[in-house]
């Protein structure tokens, strides 16, 4: 089965700032193990040969701050550990943001998972480096907020989003 843990806790910390701490777990197990034949890759995979089980873990520590009435800034440090049938990996990542908000309308920059590579074994694998860019603008006579992103992994495609969101209460 899949499993998902996360404990998280945030408070402030000086006049304009405040701190965060988590802890994420993502377990799958009962996984079929098979090999493959790589002499004739015709002949596909082989029977199965008992289960395994996967888990990556990240406990974080983060630190936010606002820089003036409408910039805040905020950083954090993460440990990443992935475990794949008995091998395992662990490095360090950090991310780091600003938004701007004049008013109704905000606009945000971050980068995500920028670190070393992950090493399984002999072989070293890149973390998800990512950059994101958005934007939100609050129509505050009807109580809506409606926002674009755009996010760009590393070897990846750029990834677009958009939404609304409204308030009934």
């Known amino acids: ?65 606002k820089i003036s009435r409408s910039l805040v800034a905020g950083a954090g440090l993460k440990v990443i550990n992935q475990s794949i049938d008995g091998y395992s990996g662990t490095s360090a990542a950090v991310d780091a943001g600003l938004v701007y908000a004049p008013g109704p309308l905000k606009m945000a920059f971050v980068f995500q998972n920028i670190g070393p590579m992950i090493k399984f074994r002999e072989k070293a694998y890149s973390l998800p480096a990512t950059a994101r860019a958005g934007i939100a603008y609050r129509f505050s006579a009807i109580d809506i907020v409606f926002a674009v992103d755009i996010a760009q992994q590393v070897h990846d495609y750029p990834r677009a989003g958009a939404g609304a969101e409204y308030t009934f209460m």
């Open 1 to 65: 089965g899949i499993r998902l843990d996360h404990a998280a806790y945030a408070c402030r910390f000086g006049a304009d700032g405040a701190v965060g701490f988590a802890l994420t777990s993502l377990y799958a197990g009962g996984m079929e193990k098979r090999g493959w034949s790589f002499e004739d890759p015709e002949d596909g995979p082989s029977a199965a040969s008992g289960t395994f089980g996967a888990v990556d873990s990240a406990g974080s520590a983060a630190y936010g701050r």
